[in-house]
């Protein structure tokens, strides 16, 4: 009867350890009834990138079918804090290269505050990367930005495409 049991319940939790994260876009987190983004602007002007963010200012808060799933995401790391070895346990998930570094930054819905282990080492930033793990529809305000969202990263490697 034990052995029944334990078999049973390791059938039952085994989707559970293989569960595949949900691969999500940045356009996916923003709310529903949020209008269309501009084309991105060139990096080197500035002045319109503040009208291409305009339209996805709507609130992460009303993003809560995305709390609590298992996803991965591609983005850029924006350090917040750094180990001795200079690996990167703290960070700002962005979905561009310069965020939060140039002005202004992107809205909440559009930042994610990643804590993990893991670490990134710091000579490895200038490049995108995957980010795995549990999303939470949460605000957080740090010293360069405000994030709609938070994750405790349990995957982050060097960000390639899925599409051929």
Request: charged share 20%; hydrophobic share 45%.
């Given at each position: 009867?034990?052995?029944a049991l334990l078999a049973l319940s390791f059938i ?11 691969e999500l876009t940045w356009s996916e987190m923003l ?134």
């Amino acid at each position: 009867m034990l052995r029944a049991l334990l078999a049973l319940s390791f059938i039952v939790a085994l989707p559970l350890w293989a569960a595949e994260p949900r691969e999500l876009t940045w356009s996916e987190m923003l709310p529903a009834d949020t209008a269309p983004a501009a084309p991105p602007a060139a990096m080197h002007d500035l002045s319109k990138l503040a009208d291409a963010l305009a339209a996805e200012t709507g609130p992460a808060a009303s993003q809560q079918a995305l709390d609590g799933q298992l996803v991965k995401l591609p983005g850029y790391i924006v350090p917040l804090d750094v180990t001795e070895e200079g690996r990167v346990t703290e960070f700002l998930l962005v979905p561009y290269y310069g965020a939060c570094i140039h002005v202004p930054p992107p809205p909440p819905n559009q930042i994610v505050h990643v804590k993990t282990e893991l670490g990134v080492m710091m000579d490895n930033l200038y490049q995108p990367f995957w980010i795995e793990g549990p999303l939470r529809v949460e605000n957080t305000s740090t010293d360069l930005a405000e994030a709609g969202y938070q994750m405790d990263a349990s995957k982050i490697y060097p960000y390639e495409s899925t599409e051929n």
